[in-house]
């Protein structure tokens, strides 16, 4: 079965540091492109960072730039967000999804998700 | 970045009806545009890519259409099971971005 599996969520205190991870299984994770979105509760989908197969390509919103580091183990099946300096503003759940397409960029439509992990930035 | 402007924002519908969801981009660009539902408690779904492909196990009363600016969600005969918010994304140029979403609810 495809599967991803978020973790590292939880309560923060603002400008502190969170790492999220996301375990693959079920597919060739090193094929893929992946990505991070975030939903803040109540609200709708926002697009945080990708990065392509082999870590050569990296985007990032403006909303988290400078801030935030994705990175990809592909021995290790898993993705992971480094969260830095987090602010209120980025309480969300924070979903990673693989895209649909083998490209050597990061482009495509996102057609596996987990199921998020949350996290809360508060003091 | 391009903004993706969906209307309506909510809609009220009966089983069996037909509906269409609208996404209009702030610049234009080709087929680089998906479709996602999404149901409370539940990470997004992917309906629809490069516009109009269905998702393989996505029910064939999903369609999706459109290019350049204007691109469109319809669900000929709606069911029970597809009350939920939809998404559109472009994924053309960074940075990535999401409609508002429509909510469809029950009459």
């Known amino acids: 079965e495809v599967q991803l599996v978020e973790s590292g969520g939880g309560l923060i205190q603002p400008d502190r540091s969170l790492r999220l991870s996301c375990a693959a299984s079920?597919?060739?994770?090193?094929?893929?492109?992946m990505h991070w979105v975030r939903q803040a509760p109540g609200k709708g989908l926002e697009w945080v960072s990708s990065?392509?197969?082999?870590?050569?390509?990296?985007s990032y919103a403006d909303s988290v730039k400078g801030r935030f580091t994705i990175s990809r183990d592909n021995a290790k099946n898993s993705l992971y967000l480094q969260m830095n300096s987090l602010r209120a503003e980025d309480t969300a759940l924070y979903y990673c999804?693989?895209?649909?397409?083998?490209?050597?960029?990061?482009?495509?439509?996102?057609?596996?998700w987990g199921q998020g992990t949350m996290v809360i930035v508060s003091s | 970045a391009i903004r993706m402007t969906q209307s309506p924002s909510s809609l009220s519908a009966s089983t069996g009806d037909r509906v269409t969801i609208t996404c209009r981009a702030s610049?234009?660009?080709?087929?680089?545009l998906a479709w996602y539902q999404q149901k409370p408690g539940k990470a997004p779904k992917l309906l629809i890519y490069?516009?109009?492909t269905l998702q393989s196990g996505v029910p064939s009363r999903f369609s999706g259409s459109g290019s350049g600016t204007d691109f469109t969600l319809t669900i000929s005969c709606l069911q029970s099971e597809d009350f939920a918010t939809y998404y559109c994304?472009?994924?053309?140029?960074?940075?990535?971005?999401f409609g508002q979403g429509t909510k469809v609810e029950i009459k």
């Open positions: 999804a693989k895209v649909n397409v083998i490209v050597p960029t990061a482009t495509g439509a996102f057609d596996i």
């Open positions: 610049q234009g660009f080709s087929s680089f």
């Open positions: 994304q472009q994924y053309y140029s960074y940075p990535w971005t």
């Open positions: 079920g597919f060739t994770f090193d094929d893929y492109a």
């Open positions: 990065i392509s197969w082999n870590s050569g390509s990296i």
């Open positions: 490069a516009a109009s």
